[in-house]
């Protein structure tokens, strides 16, 4: 396991561990395979099987916390994420032309089926940030800061050293924090309700794409959720 410095300051290289990550994926699967019987079936079961056949090696290589990494897992696993956001973008544009081809006889049912849709697009979206974020979860808590890809995001932790004293002893070139899991699931909700970048910034022309898309869904399907909900209760 390689040790990594920021400046003067060692970084932290304890792995993350695998299971925030696996439960994000088994919730957007479940929340995915469990939409309506008009959503494409077939193709939800064949992502569904797809998914969880991915995980099994994934979780082979690194049971309990992310300490190693081959092309082939890193491929594999980015792979996952990028299968789990095409297939609901494809539910998503589903989902839109029912809400707006009229009527209002299922209209609870597709309500709940655009929370699902929002919920697990949240989810796929983190894990792809995850996954592609300075190299990936492997590469930013083992290689040293020098040998890290260019960052696609900047979390405030990454800007913090010259705060008070108080905010600066969380910052990254004090301690070597590295995201998590949970910061990217936090910034892809929060990117989903505001509809912009709160606390994290893209800084890559992929990143400023992924959010850019995963924010124009959100909004898109925020405004027909609320103009179906009106035609339906009012």
Same mark, same amino acid.
């Given at each position: 396991?390689?040790?990594?410095m920021s400046d003067s300051v060692k970084r932290g290289a304890r792995a993350e561990y695998r299971w925030p990550a696996v439960? *994000?994926?088994?919730?957007?699967?479940?929340?995915? +395979?469990?939409?309506?019987?008009?959503?494409?079936?077939?193709? $939800?079961?064949?992502?569904? /099987?797809?998914?969880?056949?991915?995980?099994?090696?994934?979780?082979?290589?690194?049971?309990?916390?992310?300490?190693?990494?081959? $092309?082939?897992?890193?491929?594999?696993?980015?792979?996952? /994420?990028?299968?789990?956001?095409?297939?609901?973008?494809?539910?998503?544009?589903?989902?839109?032309?029912?809400?707006?081809? *009229?009527?209002?006889?299922? *209209?609870?049912?597709?309500?709940? /089926?655009?929370?699902?849709?929002?919920?697990?697009?949240?989810?796929? %979206? =983190?894990?792809? !940030?995850?996954?592609?974020?300075?190299?990936?979860?492997?590469?930013?808590?083992? +290689?040293?800061?020098? #040998?890290?890809?260019?960052?696609?995001?900047?979390?405030?932790?990454?800007?913090?050293? #010259? +705060?008070?004293?108080?905010?600066?002893?969380?910052?990254?070139?004090?301690?070597?924090?590295? =995201?998590? !899991?949970? #910061? !990217?699931? !936090?910034?892809?909700?929060?990117?989903?309700?505001?509809?912009?970048?709160?606390?994290?910034?893209?800084?890559?022309? $992929? /990143?400023?794409?992924?959010?850019?898309?995963?924010? %124009?869904?959100?909004?898109?399907?925020?405004?027909?959720?609320?103009?179906?909900?009106?035609?339906? %209760?009012?």
């Amino acid at each position: 396991m390689l040790s990594g410095m920021s400046d003067s300051v060692k970084r932290g290289a304890r792995a993350e561990y695998r299971w925030p990550a696996v439960l *994000g994926l088994l919730i957007a699967l479940a929340l995915y +395979a469990t939409l309506p019987s008009t959503f494409l079936p077939g193709l $939800r079961y064949t992502v569904v /099987a797809i998914g969880l056949a991915l995980l099994i090696p994934l979780i082979a290589l690194n049971p309990h916390r992310l300490h190693r990494e081959t $092309r082939w897992s890193k491929n594999l696993a980015t792979g996952q /994420a990028v299968l789990l956001v095409v297939a609901n973008e494809v539910a998503l544009v589903q989902l839109v032309i029912q809400l707006t081809s *009229g009527g209002t006889g299922d *209209g609870p049912t597709l309500l709940l /089926a655009a929370l699902q849709v929002w919920v697990t697009n949240v989810i796929a %979206f =983190a894990l792809v !940030y995850w996954e592609l974020d300075r190299g990936g979860p492997v590469s930013r808590r083992h +290689a040293d800061r020098v #040998d890290l890809p260019p960052a696609d995001f900047r979390f405030p932790q990454d800007e913090d050293h #010259d +705060a008070i004293e108080e905010v600066a002893a969380r910052s990254s070139h004090r301690t070597g924090w590295v =995201a998590s !899991y949970v #910061d !990217y699931v !936090y910034f892809s909700l929060s990117n989903s309700m505001a509809f912009s970048p709160t606390d994290a910034m893209p800084l890559s022309v $992929r /990143a400023k794409v992924l959010m850019g898309l995963e924010s %124009f869904g959100a909004f898109v399907l925020l405004a027909l959720v609320i103009a179906h909900a009106v035609a339906l %209760f009012g």
